[in-house]
């Protein structure tokens, strides 16, 4: 390849690079990487066929400032925790909207399965749900209080065993990622089964929606983080699948780190939705506008920080980036090709 068709089919991407290494631009550390090893290709492709070239020595002083900023030492900042929720767990899940969708969809059709299947036969929902969970709520419709069950356990007691049983759940959803996802994709079967009998028993009983405002004002939230955690068994799961042009070893470690960063992503929405479910649900006399503003709060906090901001994010960075790119490199009077 001509000197001059090599800088015009990367130069974008170097330009994108140095603008993120001269602005400290905070984004993926495993994109940050990616990046890296794709300029220190290219010098090592220029060093073989463009010999003390300005392409050459353009790229060498690159990849010597970017070698700088990824390995040198310094300390974590204090403000760390705050800088991984605001920016990087944000652009890092943009990349994974993909299995978000899946999971969310796989979640979607064994809700209707499940509803299905308990309006085609009278014992699925017990032999889903229990007959013991069954029998108590036939009681509590009977005595006048359907929802009741959510009264049985005081408050602290019930949000923090709600919010253990719902992080072991995300753990499972994660964990069984290793089975090259087959596994996730079983937990999503069986909550979205679960879920849609559970709501088909109570619609039976013509309660849809006092039981629906009721279970949904902690269940938005708890529902959605579960799936996000299928998502992250996906993402593990993906890793051993598809490895793209890194060695599977080094692609299977990567979808373990994202997987897990999307699992902790979750954390403080279970602890939300444990707080909700044991402080806030029980009480079932509260007015239909209240428990409808909490549900559609709750839903636009998920689609807020799961979906849009990391698209704004993205879009953000691109801006930023292609703004920034308006200097050709044959302009530029340090790096001059």
């Not at 359907?146 to 049983?165: C, D, R, S, W």
């Not at 753990?171 to 849609?196: K, P």
């Not at 780190?257 to 939300?272: A, H, R």
Request: proline letters at 3%; hydrophobic letters at 45%; a neutral charge.
């Amino acid at each position: 390849m001509r000197e001059a068709a090599f800088v015009k089919q990367n130069k974008d991407k170097w330009l994108e690079f140095e603008n993120i290494l001269s602005n400290k631009t905070q984004i993926d550390p495993d994109l940050l990487s990616d990046l890296y090893i794709e300029v220190t290709d290219h010098l090592s492709y220029a060093k073989t066929f463009y010999a003390h070239s300005n392409t050459e020595r353009y790229l060498n002083q690159l990849a010597s400032k970017a070698h700088q900023s990824i390995y040198k030492t310094k300390k974590e900042p204090k403000n760390r925790i705050l800088s991984f929720f605001k920016t990087e767990f944000p652009t890092l899940f943009y990349q994974h909207h993909r299995e978000l969708l899946v999971a969310f969809l796989t979640f979607s059709l064994f809700v209707v399965v499940g509803a299905f299947s308990a309006a085609s036969e009278d014992d699925f929902v017990r032999s889903f749900l229990g007959d013991g969970y069954v029998n108590m709520t036939m009681e509590n419709i009977e005595k006048g209080d359907p929802m009741a069950v959510y009264k049985q356990q005081g408050e602290f007691h019930m949000f923090l065993g709600i919010t253990l049983n719902n992080i072991k759940v995300a753990l499972l959803a994660f964990g069984y990622g290793i089975l090259l996802g087959v596994g996730t994709l079983y937990i999503m079967m069986q909550n979205g089964i679960m879920l849609g009998s559970f709501q088909y028993f109570f619609y039976d009983q013509g309660l849809l929606w006092e039981s629906a405002r009721t279970i949904w004002i902690h269940g938005t939230i708890e529902i959605s983080v579960i799936i996000i955690a299928g998502c992250a068994g996906l993402v593990m799961g993906n890793g051993m699948l598809f490895t793209g042009t890194l060695p599977r070893l080094e692609a299977f470690k990567r979808g373990v780190i994202n997987g897990l960063k999307i699992l902790m992503s979750t954390i403080p929405f279970f602890i939300i939705a444990g707080f909700l479910e044991g402080f806030v649900t029980r009480h079932t006399e509260m007015p239909d506008w209240l428990a409808i503003v909490i549900i559609s709060g709750s839903l636009a906090l998920i689609l807020f920080y799961y979906v849009i901001y990391p698209i704004q994010l993205n879009r953000k960075l691109k801006q930023t980036t292609t703004s920034k790119n308006t200097i050709n490199l044959t302009q530029n009077p340090t790096h001059k090709l």
